[in-house]
């Protein structure tokens, strides 16, 4: 009961404060239909601001994952293009030995056929030390991770494709295996399967839920046409004797050049014999003449290595073309997640800040009301 008081007009402050509190709401309502937004402030809703931010990271997460994972079946794809145009050469370089083998030519032709050889040989290291991603040496190269001074034609660092031994000491910085994340997240799990040396590398087990390591093995002229093996004619010729001028040239019983003696014709042979078997990947199984075997045969060679190296890259990028599709479908199903607690239902909205603007109308004008109540007094002085 207000009575007839003039200090306080208590009417008015009722309508004030209910017009007070429908404004509110209707900024409130303006500013969420205004952003497509139901949280804006801590204040709309504490609890589900942290359970929306958390899926906000979630999603940002798996959106760059997939752009990683993007990335690597790009990296996969330049590595299978080089390898292809490898195995091109390889053909060719097949079809030269055999050409050769046959004695309807004589030296001087068979040395010409041996120049195209050696020049396709050249052209299979080109295309090792090209080949990058990003600046980065895709494939490894004879003479890596070797010691100060060390002649880098006498070593190569042969790789089982695709498994875990190293391709040389400075296998990280040349680049040819690649960490790539391809998860929003870094568990405990993924740092259990972390090997920071692998052998001279860094690299993922397959018990990495977020993270996978692509290796990629020694493909240059060294590690498609040599395996443990050694010419003995030239020191440092990791490739039996093959080079631009005397690829096919006749040997002798040492391994040097003799084409003038007809008695070593028998050496060319087994010496193209050779070459042809390391082409097809079967490893020579006993020594040659002009050749001597330094350890046992292990890697595949020539168009085995080559095939076996993309049936690796054909695999991995089957498989992160399953991640991609997989983090594609789960930045949908968590962006949902984080849009049903985050965003606003403009159709239950507008009805809220049409039901506040309405009250907003009414205090007002029952704001106006209760100040002419007070007029009313004046009546008891008349």
Known sequence: DVGMRINHNISAMYAANANGAAGNAVSSSLMKLSTGLRINNASDDAAG??????????????????????????????????????????????ELVVQAMNDTYTQTERDYMGTEFGQLTSELDRIANVTNFNGMRIFGISGE????????????????????????????????????????????ADNAAYDPTGGGTSEYGNAAPNFMTIKFGQMDADGLLTTDMAYTGEANDTLYGVSATNAFSMVDATGAADPLHAANYANIQAKLGTLLQLIDG????????????????????GLARVNQMRSFIGAQTNSLQHTLSNLQVSI??????????????????????????????SSTAMLAQANTLQNSVLKLLQ
């Not at 997939?66 to 145009?85: C, H, V, W, Y």
């Not at 003449?289 to 045969?297: I, K, R, S, V």
């Open 49 to 94: 601001l942290g359970v929306s931010e958390n899926l906000r990271k979630e999603v940002l997460g798996s959106t760059q994952a997939a752009k990683n994972t993007q990335d690597a079946i790009s990296l996969l794809n330049i590595a299978d293009g080089a390898l292809n145009e490898q195995s091109s050469i390889l053909q060719r370089m097949r």
């Open 282 to 301: 079967q490893s020579p199984t006993s020594a040659t003449q002009g050749f001597t075997f330094n350890g046992t045969l292990s890697d595949p060679t």
């Open 145 to 188: 991770g070797t010691a100060a001074g060390a002649d880098p034609s006498t070593v190569t660092n042969l790789s089982q494709l695709g498994g875990a031994q190293p391709l040389g000491a400075t296998e990280v910085g040349s680049g040819h295996y690649f960490d790539i994340m391809t998860g929003a997240d870094v568990t405990a």
């Open 332 to 361: 949908i199903n968590q962006q949902s997640a984080e849009s049903a607690i985050r965003d606003v239902d403009f159709a239950s909205e507008t009805a809220v800040l049409t039901k506040n603007q309405i009250l907003m109308s």
